[in-house]
Each structure stands twice: as structure tokens, then as C-alpha cells.
């Protein structure tokens, strides 16, 4: 079993940062390729960016590319998403999740994940 938990989330005015993290737990929780979704009222979850376990691939959507950057300390068992020019649009939970040995160009796919974190708020105010 992999146990994560986010944080960092919080308010901030737009074009801000925030950097969210996710601590990982569990058996060999390094070698998990890991994402970030995020889910807001009336919209399905979506994904966000994601990284393999080596940290030699990232992923991002459309939406976040240029802005957001999704890290890994496995040292630390830690992912991170750097969160840059911020809008209200990005209002949302954001979830960390992980997976163990997902094919290629299936990060961005959340029925691949099989562990995920409670989520933390992001607030973007205008």
C-alpha cells in the first residue's frame, strides 16, 4: 500500500505561486510514476502534470503547461508541483496519485492511478 498526502495549498491573489507537495509512504513508493489532478464543482477531475519515477519524464496539460513545473525528491519521497501565474481558473482540490509501472503516455489518465491523496485547496482570487 502507498499512503500520500498533499499540502501547500491555501489562498493566493492571481498571478501568484504556490508550490503543493505530496509525501509518499509505503513500499518502494520511488519507483511509482506519480501525477496531480485537480477537481472543482461541476467539472470532472482533471488531470494537471505528471512524472515517471526517474523524474526523466514530465507531463503537463494543456492548460498549466508554461506555468506549472511537477518535481521529484526521492530522497524525500516527495512530489512536488510548482504552481506560477496563478488565475481564479485554477481554483480547485488538488489530488497526488500514483501508479506502479503504467504504460507510456498514460500518466494523464486517472483510472490508471491506483493510490490517492485527500486533496488541498487552492484558491485563486481575482
Known amino acids: 500500500q502507498v499512503q500520500l498526502v498533499e499540502s501547500g495549498g491555501g489562498l493566493v491573489q492571481a498571478g501568484g505561486s504556490l508550490r503543493l507537495s505530496c509525501a509518499a509512504s509505503?513500499?518502494?513508493?520511488?519507483?511509482?510514476?506519480m501525477g496531480w489532478f485537480r477537481q472543482t464543482p461541476g467539472k470532472e477531475r482533471e488531470f494537471v502534470a505528471g512524472?515517471?519515477?526517474?523524474?526523466?519524464?514530465?507531463y503537463y496539460a494543456d492548460s498549466v503547461k508554461g506555468r506549472f513545473t511537477i518535481s521529484r525528491d526521492n530522497a524525500k519521497n516527495t512530489v512536488y508541483l510548482q504552481m506560477n501565474s496563478l488565475n481564479p481558473e485554477d481554483t480547485a482540490v488538488y489530488y497526488c496519485?500514483?501508479?506502479?509501472?503504467?504504460?507510456?503516455?498514460?500518466?494523464?489518465?486517472?483510472?490508471?492511478?491506483?493510490?490517492w491523496g485527500q486533496g488541498t485547496q487552492v484558491t485563486v482570487s481575482s
Open positions: 496519485a500514483a501508479v506502479f509501472n503504467t504504460g507510456p503516455g498514460l500518466l494523464a489518465r486517472g483510472s490508471e492511478y491506483d493510490y
Open positions: 509505503g513500499r518502494a513508493v520511488s519507483r511509482y510514476d
Open positions: 512524472i515517471t519515477w526517474s523524474g526523466g519524464r514530465t
